[in-house]
Nanobody, 118 residues
Framework: QVQLVESGGGLVQTGGSLRLSCAASGRTFSSSAMAWFRQAPGKEREFVGSIIWSSGNTYYTDSVKGRFTVSKGNAKNTVSLQMNSLKPEDTAVYYC???????????WGQGTQVTVSS
């Protein structure tokens, strides 16, 4: 069993910063990428950003480019999301996910709440 656990969510004012972390535990597995998604109330889950392990390349949805940074953690299968210049529209539950070549984004965390007050 693979488990992903997010941490670092909370309440912040507009313009503030938060750093989310995600670590995998349990059965050993090799991921090809890890990503962050988010889901706001009444909306579908959306892609936020990802990092590809082999190249180190990162990808972001347009609305967070220049404000959010996905980076590799110190341990294998760990990832962080640095969020700067936060806006009320960034309020959502943030999920990390791990991708394998065989299964795609098959492993998901339980999510951590990020609330940005105006």
């Amino acid at each position: 069993q693979v488990q992903l656990v997010e941490s670092g969510g909370g309440l912040v004012q507009t313009g503030g910063s938060l750093r989310l972390s995600c670590a995998a535990s349990g059965r050993t597995f090799s991921s090809s990428a890890m990503a962050w998604f988010r889901q706001a109330p009444g909306k579908e889950r959306e892609f936020v950003g990802s990092i590809i392990w082999s190249s180190g390349n990162t990808y972001y949805t347009d609305s967070v480019k220049g404000r959010f940074t996905v980076s590799k953690g110190n341990a294998k299968n760990t990832v962080s999301l640095q969020m700067n210049s936060l806006k009320p529209e960034d309020t959502a539950v943030y999920y990390c996910a791990a991708r394998t070549d065989e299964l795609g984004y098959a492993y998901w965390g339980q999510g951590t709440q990020v609330t940005v007050s105006s």
